[in-house]
């Protein structure tokens, strides 16, 4: 947590934050039902954070298939990494439209947040290019190093959706129209 709020106060952080916004901007509506869309207002909550579960799912799954699943397994986890990979745009593009509404100590975090999804993408790009060229071995190795890096990214996407998210201001559900759940 002291890294996380460390980024937080770090004015080193600011041309990043401006450059990452200028994409978010080029990128995400202004306004209307699209960008709402985006912050997932008809679900009720952010559409980020579920959206997440989807490369970091397949990209999991990729994983336990290198690890356990053996030679058999090598098209099933490559298939995988791909789907990761095309799960990228439609999340980067929500975490994008909430980062346009987020306080500038959260835009720090956010930045490095996605500067570290980038490089995600980027490893699994390289080790789905490694695997279609035969070379298995260094796949795996790019991918478990992505994995990794994804899961440092994941803890500042948990901080700001945790410690400096302020909740949507219009949800498709008040507090008192809640299903009830068991």
Do not use: K
């Not at 901007?25 to 207002?41: D, F, I, K, T, Y």
Request: aromatic share 4%.
């Amino acid at each position: 947590m002291r890294l996380a709020r460390r980024l937080e106060d770090s004015t080193a952080l600011d041309d990043l934050s401006s450059a990452v916004r200028g994409v978010a901007l080029a990128l995400v509506p202004s306004h209307g039902r699209l960008r709402e869309e985006l912050h997932g207002r008809s679900l009720g909550h952010a559409l980020h954070a579920t959206l997440t579960d989807v490369p970091v799912g397949l990209w999991t799954s990729a994983a336990v298939l290198d690890l356990v699943g053996g030679e058999r397994s090598a098209p099933a986890a490559q298939r995988l990494v791909g789907l990761g990979l095309l799960s990228v745009a439609p999340t980067a593009l929500t975490g994008l439209a909430d980062y346009l509404d987020v306080d500038r100590r959260a835009r720090r975090v956010g930045a490095v947040h996605a500067a570290l999804n980038s490089g995600v993408s980027v490893l699994y790009g390289a080790s789905w290019l490694l695997r279609r060229g035969g070379r298995r071995r260094s796949g795996i190795a790019v991918s478990l190093a992505a994995y990794g890096l994804a899961g440092a990214s994941a803890f500042l996407g948990g901080h700001l959706a945790q410690a400096l998210r302020e909740p949507p201001a219009e949800t498709a559900l008040s507090d008192g129209d809640a299903p009830d759940l068991p």
